[in-house]
């Protein structure tokens, strides 16, 4: 497993023309990213994995602050999984030339995260557009937890990289709770409180397929919900291909962002 720390000696190491796949991450490992980075192994001849804790898209400075980081075990993970590449910038590499500030986002699209975050999501498309200007990776693996993420970063980035965009599904603990970095912010207590609020989403959603538009079903869902969190940020059901509120038949996905014990979670199915 190389590392590398600068775009120009990575470039230098690195053949792009072959398959390469490129994950890139904020550290902190846990079993989601591991089936996804094994999932990117599987479709591509070498994998590369970034660990950068990308400070632009951080709204608050105390959440930047908390985020969790555990580079020494990313690394043993990393090496266990006998990744090829794994490229650890500093904030300087990826913003010496400062932060674009051109990059905008469509007010249609400025809802759930976006509408809560400002400037969340110019801070991922920032640094993910520094990425693929200087890493010509045949793929980008990027997991479903943050299904908006990935919906405006194929929107800005379709003609801009020739690197395919490829989803991977969340991968949840046995109580449905997504895995996520944050979890471990969580106390066990807290942690059994966001599981039942994931096994209230799937019955949602299970309702909405057989009876879909039921805005008291939302609003009965939204009181249970409410009882295992400190406050609901959002709970919407969106298009799954552009999350407009236009949706009809089994095209739709239920959204959620909420507090619990000072950490803000996000959900999608």
């Not at 994950?23 to 192994?41: E, N, Q, R, Y």
């Not at 990027?142 to 194929?154: A, M, P, S, V």
């Not at 038949?249 to 996000?266: D, E, H, M, P, V």
Request: proline letters at 2%; glycine letters at 4%; hydrophobic letters at 35%.
């Amino acid at each position: 497993m190389k590392i590398f720390k600068s775009f120009n000696i990575l470039n230098k190491k690195i053949n792009f023309n072959e398959s390469v796949g490129f994950v890139p991450t904020m550290g902190s490992l846990h079993k989601g990213h591991l089936s996804l980075i094994k999932f990117a192994k599987s479709k591509t001849k070498k994998t590369l994995v970034s660990i950068f804790v990308n400070p632009s898209q951080f709204n608050d400075k105390k959440d930047f602050a908390q985020y969790p980081r555990n580079f020494k075990n990313d690394i043993s993970i990393l090496k266990k999984l006998k990744v090829d590449y794994v490229f650890l910038p500093s904030n300087e590499e990826i913003y010496k030339r400062g932060i674009n500030k051109k990059i905008k986002i469509l007010k249609k699209d400025i809802v759930l995260c976006a509408k809560y975050r400002k400037g969340h999501f110019q801070g991922v498309l920032a640094v993910m557009n520094r990425f693929m200007n200087n890493i010509n990776a045949s793929h980008v693996f990027l997991g479903e937890k943050d299904f908006q993420q990935i919906y405006l970063i194929k929107k800005y980035l379709q003609n801009k990289s020739k690197s395919k965009i490829v989803s991977f599904k969340t991968i949840r603990n046995s109580n449905k709770l997504p895995l996520s970095s944050r979890n471990i912010l969580l106390s066990s207590k807290f942690i059994n409180k966001s599981e039942k609020i994931s096994k209230l989403l799937f019955s949602f959603k299970k309702k909405l397929s057989s009876n879909f538009v039921n805005i008291k079903l939302l609003k009965s869902y939204k009181s249970q919900i409410r009882k295992f969190c400190d406050k609901i940020e959002y709970l919407e059901i969106r298009n799954n291909k552009n999350l407009s509120k236009n949706i009809s038949g089994k095209n739709f996905r239920i959204f959620i962002a909420y507090w619990q014990s000072g950490t803000r979670l996000i959900d999608n199915i």
